[in-house]
Structures are given as structure tokens and as C-alpha cells.
């Protein structure tokens, strides 16, 4: 009872610890309240803001802010505002998928590989160093043509691409905490390999994983755009990227029609900044050499 409370006390304080750290960094707050803000967007907004992505001509084509439609309408007469709150949650749910994908491929190869070395260790970069050889956009583009447009294959595609920094990161860490005394003495005691990377490893490199996965969230989220934008994104399903497709396609820049392509461009911007500064804030606290510079 007496550990068990030892044990609560301390995740306490260093959840104290880091809660005030990160208060601190204004970069991190300022990505976080930005993150908030759009996730109150995506799943609060529709049900305060009605929005039928089906709804066809229901405004005139390209027509500017009205009451009706605060941000106008856009080339099929669909209210903007409507699409941008329902691509908001779509923008997000693709990159929070594709991120947990890829950050679990590549947590599994890197600890194994880091931890057992040898010939094992060997392949597993070998293989890495073989995806990240290869053009990942073009790849990317192959794959989603290959697989076909739609959410799931986004997800999927996004997923498989974007594992490498991720293994190569916890390879790295796992190298560095496989030298410390509590796991060459958890090697000692005799215990397995599967329980020392669960029980030793994988809680030690938690924090940076935590921290690139951020930073992954924001790449797949601008990488998604850019499907959508080229056109091998999911055309029933509204999205920033369709929107700004749709305003390309359309002209709406020559008619100057700001409605079409500046709120979901601003939108891009500020979701992917907001996770960078995130990223970049949880990297500098959970890394001491970079907190003191």
C-alpha cells in the first residue's frame, strides 16, 4: 500500500513538474489552444452549424458572404462555412489516424531494432533506409492512385509512408536507454526481452514519442491537403483540401472570390502551425539539452 502511494506521488509530482514547464512555454499554449480551437470546431461545430454535404445548388454559384451563407458559396453552390466545419473533423480524424499508424509501425521497428541488435537490427534498417530512399510524395501520389480515392485509403496510404523518422528516432533512444544500469540489471535478473522493452523501454522513450507524434499529425494533415487538392482525395466527402481544389479548379482566385479559398487556406495553415508549435514545445521540455539553451 505504502509503494503503491510512493508510486502515485511521484507520477503526481512529475505531472506537476511538466504541467508547469509547459505553462511556461508560450510556443506550446499558443499551439495548444489553436489545436482546442479546432477540435471544438469539428466536433461541436455541426451540431450547432446544420450542414448537408449533399446539398447541391442550394445558394447561387460562387455567390459572396450573405446572411444565409456567412461565407458565401462555393462553385456548386454549397455554403462554405458549412464545408469548412464538416472538413475540419475530416482534416483531423485523417491525421490523427494516418499518425497513429505510422507512429506504431514505427515505434515497434525501432525498439526491436535497437533493443536486440545484431542481424535483426540490420534488416529492420535496412528496410527503413529503403522507404526513406524513395520519393515519398511520388510514392504517396502511386498509392493513392493505385489504392483509389477515398478516406480509408488516405488514412491507410499516409499510414505506410511516414514511419521511417519515427524508427529511426526510437532506434536511437532505445540504443541510449538499453545502456542504463536499471535494464542491464532487469538483463541480469533474467527477465524476457518482450517484458524489459515494455516495462524498461518503451516508458523511457514514451516522451519523445509522444512529442514526434505531434510532429507527424501536422504532415499528414498538409499531406492529406494535398491529395485533396490534386484530386485523389475522396470527392463526397467535404475536406479543406476539396475546398481548395474546388476554388482552383473553378477560378476563384481570377473572380476574386476570397471567400472560396481563404478561410480553408488559413485554416491549413493555422491547424499545421498549431501542432508544429506542440511538437517542437513537448521536444524542447522532454529533451533537457534543448530546454537549456
Known amino acids: ?65 450573405t446572411k444565409g451563407f456567412p461565407l458565401g458559396t462555393d462553385d456548386m453552390g454549397r455554403d462554405i462555412l458549412g464545408a ?17 499508424i505510422s507512429v506504431f509501425i514505427g515505434t515497434v521497428i525501432g525498439t526491436i531494432s535497437g533493443f536486440t ?19 515519398r510524395l511520388p510514392l504517396i501520389l502511386i498509392l493513392a492512385a493505385l489504392l483509389g480515392p477515398s478516406t480509408k ?15 529511426r528516432l526510437v532506434r536511437s533512444q532505445t540504443l541510449s536507454v538499453k545502456e542504463r544500469q ?7 535478473a533474467g527477465a524476457g526481452k518482450a517484458y524489459i522493452m515494455f516495462r524498461h523501454i518503451l516508458p ?20 492529406e491537403t494535398t491529395l485533396s487538392f490534386i484530386g485523389l482525395g475522396d470527392p463526397m466527402t467535404p475536406s479543406w483540401g ?18 472560396f479559398f481563404v478561410p480553408a487556406g488559413l485554416s491549413v495553415i493555422f491547424l499545421v502551425l498549431g501542432f508544429t508549435f506542440l511538437g517542437y514545445s513537448l521536444d524542447e521540455i522532454f529533451n533537457p539539452k534543448l530546454r537549456s539553451r
Open 1 to 65: 500500500m505504502i509503494e503503491h502511494t510512493n508510486k502515485s506521488d511521484i507520477k503526481n509530482t512529475k505531472f506537476k513538474k511538466f504541467a508547469a514547464v509547459f505553462y511556461d512555454n508560450k510556443t506550446g499554449m499558443v499551439g495548444l489552444y489553436i489545436i482546442i480551437f479546432f477540435l471544438l470546431i469539428a466536433f461541436i461545430g455541426p451540431l450547432i452549424y446544420k450542414y448537408d454535404p449533399q446539398s447541391f445548388g442550394s445558394g447561387g454559384l460562387i455567390a459572396p458572404p
Open 84 to 100: 469548412l466545419i464538416y472538413g475540419a473533423k475530416v482534416s483531423l480524424l485523417i491525421g490523427i489516424f494516418a499518425t497513429l
Open 117 to 135: 541488435g545484431g542481424k535483426l537490427d540490420i534488416i529492420l534498417m535496412r528496410l527503413t533506409d529503403s522507404f526513406m530512399v524513395l520519393p
Open 153 to 167: 485509403n488516405i488514412i491507410i496510404v499516409l499510414g505506410l509512408t511516414s514511419w521511417t523518422g519515427t524508427a
Open 182 to 188: 536499471f535494464v542491464e540489471r532487469a538483463i541480469s
Open 204 to 223: 523511457n522513450v514514451f516522451p519523445i514519442i509522444f512529442s514526434n507524434t505531434v510532429l507527424v499529425a501536422a504532415s499528414a494533415i498538409l499531406t
Open 242 to 259: 476539396q475546398i481548395l481544389r474546388g476554388a482552383f479548379v473553378s477560378g476563384a482566385i481570377s473572380l476574386n472570390a476570397w471567400w
